[in-house]
């Protein structure tokens, strides 16, 4: 996923076409996305976060040698600045399980959380730094979610399901929206929301 100039993240869609103000140029955060169907802005800056492990498997698997990147690992619960045209925003990696995390992303405007695969337990908690602890006490104001898995019939897209509702009902983020922004969430997971989005497009389910 790629951020904006305004920290808000998106999975490109290789068969859309961005509007000059849905430009996502930013630097790219390590998802499972990246490695499914790795589409990149053209005029992307080139800069990449995250896990040592993602970082290592980008490099060896998906790296295009006639791009130039800059990488940076972030270290488990660890806030790292991050700056992009005059924005500064901490970047927080939270590991959930064994290869699979959570990010938290924080600057003047907004308290983000983006989840990616969660494994479903909730025990990363005490261990994610003080930073997110504050966050959840004032309250996160937009989740993000793949929402990929509510297109799939599968039993561990299912389970997915189930993970992410249990995390949306013990955060109770303001907002919540989908990284692809074009999939419908469930109404029920809406719902869950501090705030009702009358924008957004749930699927009655």
């Known amino acids: 996923m790629f951020l904006n100039d305004i920290g808000q993240p998106l999975i490109l869609d290789r068969h859309k076409t961005y509007?000059?103000?849905e430009q996502h140029d930013g630097p790219?955060?390590?998802t499972s996305a990246a490695f499914q169907e790795h589409v990149r802005p053209n005029?992307?800056?080139?800069h990449i976060f995250g896990s040592a492990y993602d970082v290592d498997r980008f490099q060896n698997t998906v790296a295009d040698s006639?791009?130039?990147y800059k990488y940076n690992v972030l270290k488990p619960n660890e806030p790292f600045q991050i700056?992009?045209?005059k924005i500064k925003s901490l970047l927080t990696l939270i590991p959930t399980g064994q290869n699979t995390h959570l990010y938290y992303l924080q600057n003047d405007y907004v308290r983000t959380l983006v989840v990616d695969n969660f494994p479903g337990h909730l025990d990363f908690i005490p261990k994610a730094g003080t930073l997110f602890h504050r966050a959840l006490s004032?309250?996160?104001?937009v989740m993000y979610i793949d929402e990929l898995c509510y297109l799939s019939e599968k039993e561990e897209a299912e389970a997915q399901m189930e993970n992410i509702y249990v995390l949306v009902q013990l955060i109770r983020p303001k907002y919540l929206y989908g990284l692809r922004q074009d999939k419908q969430l469930?109404?029920?997971l809406?719902?869950?929301c501090a705030r009702i989005d009358k924008f957004a497009s749930p699927l009655i389910k």
């Open 19 to 21: 509007g000059l103000y």
């Open 28 to 30: 790219m955060i390590l």
């Open 43 to 46: 005029n992307w800056c080139g």
């Open 66 to 68: 006639t791009q130039t």
């Open 83 to 85: 700056e992009y045209k």
């Open 138 to 141: 004032i309250g996160i104001d």
């Open 186 to 188: 469930p109404k029920n």
């Open 190 to 192: 809406l719902d869950l």
